[in-house]
């Protein structure tokens, strides 16, 4: 999954592809680099980010969406709105990829409407205050149990199981240990049977992790996010997302013939 963000303030592709020209090309540029998938995103939700309101969310988005689908693409909307869901799906999105897990009431039923898959990620709190100090007393278990609740939830509400992903959100409300054990222990969210996604891509905990004094900058995260990445596969994630295609799924494509030889 290619991570398409038309913000001027994402954490590392911010105002890269702002016009819509731009992001398209962006977009298609990825599925040639061998995406399945591009996910269009019109607010950041990186640490301290501010929302951004609904008809500016849509602006952004919806001729993205609907210039990219039109080429045959498989969209992802990634929004935690209801209103952009709606828009996104009747201009071709196929997936909504939904980092509060359905917290907007309406955005259940745009979903079960359209019978498209939806992705179900945790975050404690939210994007301005979810880095201040997160605690949990086991967060394999507490951020697993939440998932299944939340697709449970979806399940009782006309979302058919299949088209239910799962996230454990790094970087979401979470310290470094907390990113690193849900990493480790990803096997317990593949047990769920639920397809479980994962987006580590440039994150700052890769920057922390090789240079805890002073985090080494996004441009300095590709090979740590490649390794985190290939862990995850390992462990059972289906889906990667992340903003430098090529090199994605080459370490995918060499994983999966690995763990499937
Ligand atoms: N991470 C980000 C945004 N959306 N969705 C899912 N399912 N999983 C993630 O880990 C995830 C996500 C944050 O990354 P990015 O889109 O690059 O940055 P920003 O939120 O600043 O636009």
């Known amino acids: 999954m290619g991570i398409l963000n038309v913000t001027p303030?994402?954490?590392?592709?911010?105002?890269?592809?702002?016009?819509?020209?731009?992001?398209?090309?962006?977009?298609?540029?990825?599925?040639?680099?061998?995406?399945?998938?591009?996910?269009?995103?019109?607010?950041?939700?990186?640490?301290?980010?501010?929302?951004?309101?609904?008809?500016?969310?849509?602006?952004?988005?919806?001729?993205?969406?609907?210039?990219?689908?039109?080429?045959?693409?498989?969209?992802?909307v990634d929004t935690m709105k209801a209103a952009v869901a709606r828009e996104a799906l009747a201009a071709g999105a196929r997936i909504v990829n939904d980092v509060t897990a359905l917290r907007d009431p309406e955005m259940v039923e745009v979903v079960a409407a359209a019978q498209c898959t939806v992705c179900l990620m945790h975050m404690k709190g939210e994007p301005r205050t979810m880095q201040s100090n997160p605690e949990y007393v086991d967060v394999v278990a507490e951020v697993r149990d939440y998932l299944v609740d939340r697709a449970r939830f979806a399940e009782s509400r006309g979302i058919a199981p299949d088209r239910i992903w799962i996230d454990p959100g790094f970087g979401f409300g979470k310290t470094v240990r907390h990113n690193l054990l849900l990493l480790k222990?990803?096997?317990?969210?593949?047990?769920?049977?639920?397809?479980?996604?994962?987006?580590?891509?440039?994150?700052s905990t890769i920057g922390k992790l090789l240079n805890p004094e002073n985090p080494l900058p996004v441009e300095e995260r590709y090979e740590g996010t490649l390794a985190a990445q290939v862990v995850a596969q390992t462990k059972g994630a289906r889906i990667i997302r992340t903003h430098d295609v090529k090199s994605a799924k080459r370490a995918a494509m060499i994983t999966a013939a690995i763990l499937d030889a």
Not at 37 to 64: F, Q, W
Not at 185 to 195: M, R
Request: proline residues 7%.
């Open 185 to 203: 222990h990803l096997d317990a969210f593949v047990a769920t049977g639920y397809p479980v996604l994962i987006g580590v891509s440039r994150k």
């Open 9 to 76: 303030d994402s954490f590392s592709d911010g105002g890269l592809h702002f016009a819509p020209r731009d992001a398209v090309s962006a977009g298609l540029r990825m599925v040639g680099d061998g995406a399945d998938i591009v996910d269009v995103g019109g607010e950041s939700t990186r640490p301290g980010a501010e929302p951004v309101p609904v008809e500016e969310e849509l602006r952004r988005v919806i001729p993205v969406v609907e210039a990219l689908a039109s080429e045959g693409t498989i969209v992802s």
